[in-house]
């Protein structure tokens, strides 16, 4: 307990909100290496689930790869491409992007194919194309499902993004790394406690962007749903009702 209120009262210290290496300016780095992982990983990941998805062709190798990818120790892939590339942030990207790629595949295949299949051959049925279908119907449909994808992945690289200061003085890591070296325990729990905050910020977030993105249709037939509820028998509002006359 006397830890954690050290590393509470180092997040208060106002020494440590000014000048360089400061509580923003980490935060700051911290969020930028998270949003640059996550876009290009997207670029990746997200054109390759929807087309598995629509088509459902390809899904058990794209199934493979996100599970090979998901099995990869983060540490292990950092180094290794550390000692290729050198010191600096092309090997803590490249470790993340491998990271955030398997919840974003899922995600975006496993959206498109909770879409009732009725509804695309309806689609279809009036008309609408290929690129139309996915478009209007269904990535409007599975989008909670592809944003609790993109939820995974961010909450994995924000979490994760800590090992860029294993090979770069970038991030909130920079304070665990260096309070573990000095021993400054408070440095480090200090550290650990803003990457937690910073992620369920981001969590909260997204938790509210996936109920958003629910179609309007798609909520009201839920409400209705709700609101209607299963009917009562008869026989638990009075007598049971018996055929014929009785004497």
Same mark, same amino acid.
């Given at each position: ?7 509470i009262?180092?997040i208060l210290?106002?020494?440590n909100w ?7 300016? +980490?935060?700051g780095?911290?969020?930028l290496?998270s949003?640059v ?6 670029? =990746?990941?997200?054109?390759?689930g929807v087309a ?5 062709r390809?899904?058990?190798?794209a199934?493979? %790869?996100?599970g090979?990818l ?5 540490l292990?892939?950092l @180094? ?5 590339l050198? =010191?600096?942030l ?6 993340? %992007?491998i990271?955030?790629i ?7 295949y496993?959206?498109l194919e909770s879409?009732? $299949?009725r @509804? =695309?051959?309806?689609a279809?049925a009036?008309?609408?194309?290929e690129?139309?279908?996915i478009?209007k119907?269904e990535? /409007?449909?599975g989008? /909670? ?8 992945? @961010?909450?994995q690289?924000i979490a994760?993004? @800590?090992l860029a200061?294993y090979v770069a ?6 304070? =665990?790394?260096?309070g573990l070296k000095t $021993?400054?325990?408070a440095e ?7 990457v937690?905050?910073?992620a369920l910020?981001?969590d909260?977030?997204f938790?509210?962007?996936q ?8 909520r ?6 709700l +609101?209607?509820?299963?009917s009562?028998? $008869? ?6 009702i018996t055929e014929?006359?009785?004497e």
């Open positions: 307990m006397n830890l954690f209120l050290d590393g009262a180092w210290d106002p020494a000014t000048g360089v290496g400061s509580i923003p300016e +980490r935060i780095q911290h969020l290496i949003a992982v996550l876009v290009i990983a997207s670029i =990746i990941a997200l054109p390759a598995v998805g629509h088509s459902g390809g899904k058990e190798p199934v493979m %790869v996100s090979g998901r099995a990869l120790p983060t292990g892939v @180094t290794l491409f550390a000692l290729w050198g =010191i600096g092309q090997a803590p990207v490249i470790a993340l %992007v990271l955030a398997p919840p974003l595949l899922a995600g975006a496993a959206g879409v009732d $299949r @509804t =695309i051959d309806a279809r009036m008309g609408m194309r690129d139309q279908i478009g119907v990535l /409007p449909l989008m /909670p499902i592809v944003v609790g994808g993109i939820r995974s992945a @961010t909450l690289i994760t993004a @800590t200061a003085d970038f991030g909130l890591g920079r304070y =665990i790394f260096a $021993r400054d325990y480090m729990l200090g550290g650990s406690i803003l937690i905050i910073l910020a981001i909260g977030l938790a509210i962007t109920r958003l993105v629910v179609p309007h249709g798609v009201a037939a839920r409400g209705s749903e +609101r209607s509820g299963p009562r028998s $008869r026989a638990a509002m009075g007598r049971p014929g006359n009785q």
